[in-house]
């Protein structure tokens, strides 16, 4: 399949949603590093770069990274943490490389506003193929903590061999961009089955609007037993296509950063730009007369069952289950409230302490008892 020039044109609302999980994630990750003494090294990578501004002067993701880096410039400077961003844009069929020039020129530009931090923050442009230059990437992502974009225009990195790699390194994030619809409809042809192995039946039972979800989970289910990579989707959709993000962490504080971006981005289901869940039923009623539940709801009701059924008997439980359904502490909380109001749970403090920070930086665990 041939790419799509995508800087050709202007910026669609999907692809902005897009940028924007990007940029909001880097302004997440950046801090968490540079805050922390014993990281003087943190490398961002982005395989697909564009060359920084579609035709409307619209940012793409080199040029909406780099700012978020350059907001950190007083943390950077205060705790003289090095960021190297590594960027890359190739256009296989071009002799001229247009697109990788704008790119050096762009960037270059922006930086050199910065004069106090020119010292901390190193930029590195490759014009290679991203397949190959990954893997001479992979030791400086194993060696220093990384965030990985991978902004492809297809399906390939996600296969077996490249999924493998970010699973076996610890201090790692990843965002990668894939054509999900693609699979509905080239599914069965050998360029898609190397990538993922999908039968005839369950292409045909996937639904449409859900299928980014579906390569989501499928990606998990090939891990190794008790891996400990986290993985989300969130999808969007541009027309008739359906494209998504897949976002990959062994970190629940990434994951907790992660899913209150989504969830900011859909405050019905956090994980689509339009109504994958048809959220606009929960006003409808069923035959026997009944509401139907929205995706919250249907959450808060497992958990509520999960914590009467002493399944989930503290507040990391509670998070992590929290985390695991793809939902934000928020969400559960809702629920112990609701339960200690009407008398049927116990906890002596004021509030459930079902965050991130109470659970896993604090280790503040308190324990909920049925009544």
Not at 96 to 111: A, D, G, I, P, V
Not at 197 to 221: C, D, M, Q, V
Not at 237 to 261: E, P, T, W
Not at 284 to 301: A, L, R, V
Request: glycine share 2%.
């Amino acid at each position: 399949m041939s790419s799509i020039n995508l800087h050709s044109k202007e910026f669609d609302r999907s692809t902005i949603t897009k940028l924007e999980i990007f940029e909001d994630y880097a302004q997440a990750w950046i801090p968490t590093f540079v805050m922390v003494p014993h990281y003087k090294e943190i490398h961002i990578f982005d395989f697909f770069a564009g060359p920084g501004y579609d035709v409307k002067n619209i940012p793409g993701s080199p040029i909406r990274i780099l700012k978020k880096i350059i907001e950190q410039k007083e943390n950077i400077i205060k705790s003289n943490t090095r960021i190297v961003f590594h960027l890359n844009e190739y256009e296989p069929k071009r002799k001229s490389q247009n697109k990788y020039e704008l790119l050096k020129t762009n960037c270059e530009r922006l930086l050199a506003c910065e004069h106090d931090i020119v010292q901390n923050v190193k930029l590195l442009f490759y014009n290679k193929d991203a397949e190959e230059l990954f893997f001479d990437l992979v030791p400086l992502m194993d060696k220093y903590p990384a965030l990985v974009y991978l902004d492809q225009n297809g399906i390939k990195f996600i296969s077996k061999e490249y999924i493998q790699v970010l699973e076996s390194i610890n201090t790692l994030d990843f965002l990668y961009f894939i054509s999900s619809s693609h699979f509905k409809r080239y599914g069965s042809t050998d360029e898609f089955k190397r990538v993922l192995e999908l039968s005839k039946e369950e292409l045909k039972s996937i639904e449409y609007n859900t299928i980014h979800r579906f390569i989501s989970e499928n990606i998990t289910s090939k891990l190794i037993t008790n891996s400990e990579l986290k993985i989300f989707p969130f999808s969007l959709k541009k027309n008739s296509n359906i494209y998504g993000i897949v976002f990959g962490s062994k970190s629940y504080l990434a994951v907790d950063k992660f899913l209150s971006i989504a969830w900011s981005k859909n405050r019905d289901n956090g994980e689509a730009n339009f109504d994958i869940n048809q959220e606009h039923e929960k006003l409808q009623f069923d035959m026997f007369g009944e509401g139907k539940m929205t995706k919250i709801e249907k959450f808060q009701s497992d958990l509520e069952i999960e914590i009467l059924n002493k399944t989930l008997i503290n507040n990391k439980d509670v998070l992590i289950y929290t985390y695991q359904n793809g939902h934000i502490p928020k969400h559960s909380t809702e629920v112990i409230k609701k339960l200690k109001k009407n008398k049927l749970l116990l906890y002596h403090t004021r509030t459930p302490y079902i965050s991130y920070n109470k659970v896993f930086k604090e280790v503040n665990i308190i324990s909920y008892k049925l009544i």
